[in-house]
């Protein structure tokens, strides 16, 4: 989140992916002046977990500098779906947190069993 670049809206994230061998990718948000470029801090910690090799994801904890936590926006839900409705997510504010399982911040998602039916 100290590493967000945010100059237009001020709202700084930062994202932790922990993988089910235990290691730990991070991302933050980095917007652009051609604002629709934006991108959110849980995709490019996701990104930088499939890139690092991980395939097999346990947890995503989210920082905000809200009250309640800010919980992943939809894209950033639907990307991670990718990866298993399993996936803990926690939101984390400067007093407060919030968890739950993916699968609940995206009922009836469209995955890849999705597609192979
Ligand atoms: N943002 C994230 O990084 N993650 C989310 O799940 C929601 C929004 C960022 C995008 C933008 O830089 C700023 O927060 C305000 O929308």
Known sequence: MRNAWAPYS???????IEAADGAV???CNVESASYGLT????RMALGAAVAG???KLRRVVVTTEVDPPAAPCG???????EF?????????????????KLAALLPDAFT?????R
């Open 53 to 55: 090799g991980a395939r």
């Open 84 to 100: 298993g409705l399993d996936l803990e997510v926690v939101a984390v504010g400067p007093t407060t947190e919030r968890r739950w």
């Open 75 to 81: 894209a950033c839900r639907q990307l991670l779906a």
């Open 39 to 42: 991108i959110c801090a849980e």
């Open 10 to 16: 001020n709202f700084h994230v930062g994202a932790a």
């Open 25 to 27: 990718y991070v991302g």
């Open 112 to 116: 890849k069993e999705t597609l192979e």
